[in-house]
């Protein structure tokens, strides 16, 4: 048996899966298998998936019939041959090392899964300075419902055993699917550990579901009602970390207007010392949401997107 399925569920990813696919490639721990889940892309992902096998067989194409992200990622594990199943979306990267950490950890500690640190990028990965922060202890469902440290599906790998048994992912859910996934898997019993270590690189673009906002925040409300299934509710302090997050995501996309003051209002409402405490990321979130609409786009987009 094999240690890694590494799953990728792709849709119309050809401009950025061939460097995901190469950073896997390149890891220093060789023994995984890569699972590439088309979605029913109408670009040339699919040639480029056969064209990557080619070069290294360790890579594979799976078909899912344009049936969305959750049920691409269900296929790969359906599909999959290793002891660990680890998730990759199509536009981010990792670190050569991360497959060699993970293999480690899981060898001395005995938890159900792992994730570390991610960086977050708009066109230079080992230029980013924008790091997430681990946690100590394991990953909770009040934690989950804050500001997610696991932060994108790229940043988690977990036993196979466990992810059968616990948590597939709803095919309903397009938008926080990763993160009502995290709150089953985190109810069933996973025991879930941080690494203080950057694995991964996060692609911060102003397209692709996770660009989204506003849809992002509706996909959140299903995943809440997940938690409450399990005897949790976010209380103000939470929603205003979440509210913080989007206004912070908001300030790395770029996007237009007042979408990240929107947020910083939002949350500010909440739970004002929930969102400003630690002020290097609340009262800084909100200086720079006031901030940013009056700078120019060159300005923004290197202040804030790095």
């Not at 950057?198 to 992002?216: E, F, I, K, N």
């Not at 002020?279 to 300005?299: D, Y």
Request: aromatic letters at 8%; hydrophobic letters at 45%.
């Amino acid at each position: 048996m094999i240690k890694f399925s590494v799953i990728i569920p792709c849709f119309n990813a050809i401009d950025t899966l061939a460097e995901t696919l190469a950073s896997i490639s390149a890891q220093t721990f060789g023994d995984f298998e890569v699972l590439c889940v088309d979605d029913g892309s109408t670009d040339d992902t699919r040639a480029m998936i056969r064209s990557a096998a080619e070069a290294d067989p360790r890579i594979q194409l799976l078909r899912n019939m344009d049936k969305g992200p959750s049920s691409a990622r269900n296929t790969g594990i359906a599909a999959a041959n290793g002891e660990i199943i680890a998730f990759c979306d199509a536009d981010d990267l990792w670190a050569p090392e991360k497959l060699a950490v993970l293999a480690q950890e899981f060898n001395t500690r005995n938890v159900d899964g792992l994730f570390g640190r991610i960086a977050f990028f708009a066109e230079t990965p080992r230029a980013s300075d924008v790091l997430s922060t681990v946690p100590t202890g394991a990953l909770t469902i009040p934690a989950l419902l804050g500001e997610n440290p696991v932060c994108t599906m790229s940043n988690i790998a977990v036993r196979t055993p466990c992810l059968r048994r616990i948590a597939k992912f709803d095919p309903s859910v397009v938008h926080n699917e990763d993160l009502e996934w995290l709150i089953r898997l985190v109810g069933g019993g996973a025991d879930i550990r941080g690494i203080d270590q950057t694995l991964v690189w996060y692609r911060a673009t102003p397209t692709g579901l996770s660009a989204d906002l506003d849809a992002m925040a509706k996909g959140r409300a299903f995943a809440v009602n997940t938690a409450r299934s399990f005897g949790y509710a976010p209380c103000p302090k939470a929603e205003a970390i979440h509210f913080r997050y989007l206004a912070r995501r908001a300030l790395r996309l770029d996007l237009q207007g007042a979408t990240a003051l929107k947020y910083c209002l939002r949350g500010l409402r909440q739970s004002p010392t929930g969102f400003l405490f630690p002020t290097r990321r609340g009262v800084a979130t909100v200086v720079a949401s006031v901030v940013a609409p009056m700078c120019p786009r060159s300005v923004r987009r290197a202040v804030f997107a790095a």
